[in-house]
């Protein structure tokens, strides 16, 4: 089971991007999955949920109203659009996934992939 994310890079404040994650070696279509950040010096925290049909979705205060969560369950693949971008948004981003449902409640994700590196200057 691999997690490859991408979509990382260098923004201005206020820009966009949007994170991939594509899943391969399983079908993670009734899983849950999440996208987590860590910045330097600092612990992994999650950014958002979404549940294994796409029908619920969770996200910390930070980002709400800023970013989406979103999955195409037919290609095995994980977005995470981000706008409005601020520095404090700077972090190594990582997607996780779980093969319990549970996951969505517990935060706790077995899957992660490698983390793509998502910079924002002022």
């Known amino acids: 089971v691999q997690l490859q994310a991408s979509g990382g890079g260098l923004v201005q404040a206020g820009g966009l991007l949007t994170l991939s994650c594509a899943a391969s070696g399983g079908t993670f279509s009734n899983y849950p999955m999440a996208w987590f950040r860590q910045a330097p010096g600092k612990q992994r925290d999650v950014v958002a949920r979404?549940?294994?049909?796409?029908?619920?979705?969770y996200y910390a205060d930070s980002v709400k109203g800023r970013f989406a969560i979103s999955r195409d369950s037919g290609k095995n693949t994980l977005y995470l659009r981000m706008n409005s971008l601020k520095p404090e948004d700077t972090a190594v981003y990582y997607c996780?996934?779980?093969?319990?449902?549970?996951?969505?409640?517990?935060?706790?994700?077995?899957?992660w992939g490698q983390g793509t590196l998502v910079t924002v200057s002022s």
């Open positions: 979404i549940n294994w049909s796409g029908s619920s979705t």
């Open positions: 996780a996934a779980s093969r319990d449902t549970g996951a969505y409640y517990t935060n706790l994700f077995e899957y």
